[in-house]
């Protein structure tokens, strides 16, 4: 017997009753039920979906408010002044209250309607619809349940309701068309699977291993918006490990699987786990994250393994680095795209790692004043914590930190930009060049 969750036009929701859920309004921002109560004041059917609903029924804090609506975006946008009208794919309203916005969706039409590629990926999705098509075009079961301003129950359409009790992830619809359509829901799956701690269902794990692939077909700068909600939300090692076990990551970052391969590569293993959980340490602690750093661990293996093959008698090591960086970090883009004010502090992450070994006081004035010292400074701990660098240079830069900042001397000889190299090649890139 089928067991996908089959798209029944006629069905009636079930309807769970205020008194028996957990949703309340003391959970919902005041500018989400700003929204859905204008909404329905106007006479619009006013939902608070996805993702918040999900969490709240949870226990967890809920990280945005998504409503749906049968207004147009156009009436949404004549009732909201502070709202704008975005997206390509389905046109939907972002209203803005200062750093909050609430995104506001009209209920999407049959999936008939919806324009696709050969492969069936879903292009253009700009028909309207009513809740009980809506409902069906939204990816996971617990994604699907609707939260009626009108009267504080739930409506249920597609079995969520349970799932979430279940802790089961459950792809709405057939899970292999699903995927075909929208190729991210694989990596939503394992986002969710991660950060939920829920099961994904037999049948919607089914699929994954052989279509993985076709993640690719997803434009590189939606992927790199995947990869940071992957990596940045708090379950980056989690959402790391079930992208491999998925085989979703050789398609993300396919040097660092190759890497990780290795026989040789426990350290560089070692070095992303630490690094993973230390990202999810500072969300936890509410700390600010950014993905350059994780960027440029994720891609160490790979450029360390680049300069050893291309290390050769002519050039110096810090060319290579510099060299064997450049290459990964254009390989790299080829799946994700890495904006470029991302990718530029990334490299300097990197290619500062040489220059710790210089212990020239000016020098180290000079690399303590970087602004990406720190950032350089922490790989160099994980490098170390790893058994890749010696434990006496983490000493050396950790006491250099604390020691108080003299003012600079004019009298002390700055290094000359120019020096004399040692050998016939005198062009080095030119930010390896600290004088
Ligand atoms: P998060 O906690 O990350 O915000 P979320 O479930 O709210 O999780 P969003 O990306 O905010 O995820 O999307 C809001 C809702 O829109 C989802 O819950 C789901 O119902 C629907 N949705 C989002 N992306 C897709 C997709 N690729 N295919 C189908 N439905 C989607
Ligand atoms: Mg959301």
Redesign the pocket.
């Known amino acids: 017997m089928n067991q996908h969750v089959q798209h029944n036009q006629d069905a009636a929701p079930r309807v769970v009753t205020r008194a028996d859920h957990t949703v309340s309004r003391a959970n919902i921002s005041r500018n989400a039920l700003k929204v859905l109560n204008r909404l329905h004041q106007n006479g619009y059917q006013a939902f608070l ?4 609903v ?2 709240i029924l949870l226990g967890r804090e809920p ?2 408010f ?1 409503v749906a609506t049968d207004a147009s975006p156009e009436q949404i946008g004549e009732l909201f002044r502070n709202s704008r009208l975005i997206g390509r794919r389905f046109r939907l309203a972002h209203v803005h209250f200062g750093r909050e916005i609430i995104e506001v969706a009209t209920f999407r039409g049959g999936a008939d309607d919806v324009e696709t590629d050969g492969g069936g990926r879903i292009l253009r999705d700009n028909i309207y619809g009513a809740i009980h098509e809506d409902v069906w ?3 996971f079961t617990v ?2 349940l609707y939260y009626n301003i009108e009267d504080f129950s739930i409506w249920d359409y597609t079995g969520g309701f349970d799932d979430v009790q279940n802790r089961l992830l459950r792809l709405i619809g057939d899970p292999e068309a699903r995927y075909r359509e ?1 190729p ?2 694989m990596l ?1 799956a394992a986002r969710f699977a991660a950060s939920l701690d829920f099961t994904i269902e037999t049948e919607t794990e089914a699929p994954i291993a052989e279509l993985a692939s076709i993640i690719n077909d997803v434009p590189p700068a939606r992927l790199f918006e995947e990869v940071l ?1 992957l990596f940045l939300k708090g379950s980056a090692l989690s959402s790391f490990e079930h992208l491999r076990r998925y085989g979703l990551l050789q398609y993300l970052f396919p040097e660092t699987v190759a890497c990780m391969e290795l026989p040789n590569a426990g350290s560089f293993r070692d070095l992303l786990r630490a690094a993973l959980a230390n990202t999810d340490q500072r969300v936890e602690e509410g700390k600010p994250v950014t993905p350059v750093f994780l960027l440029a661990v994720l891609l160490w293996g790979p450029i360390t393994q680049r300069v050893a093959a291309i290390a050769n008698e002519r050039h110096g090591p810090v060319f290579w680095l510099h060299r064997a960086t450049d290459e990964v970090v254009e390989g790299q883009q080829q799946y994700i795209a890495i904006p470029r004010r991302l990718a530029a502090p990334m490299r300097e992450i990197v290619c500062l790692q040489p220059r710790f070994a210089n212990k020239g006081p000016a020098r180290v004035r000079r690399l303590l004043g970087h602004p990406r010292f720190r950032a350089a400074y922490d790989l160099l701990m994980l490098r170390i914590a790893v058994g890749e660098e010696d434990p006496a240079l983490g000493e050396f830069w950790t006491e250099a930190q604390n020691e108080p900042v003299e003012a600079e001397n004019p009298e002390e000889p700055r290094p000359r930009r120019r020096r004399r190299r040692r050998g016939p090649h005198r062009r080095r890139p030119r930010d390896q060049d600290d004088g």
């Open positions: 979906v996805g993702g918040a999900r969490d990280k945005d998504d075009r939204r990816d994604n699907s929208d991210v829901r939503r909600k």
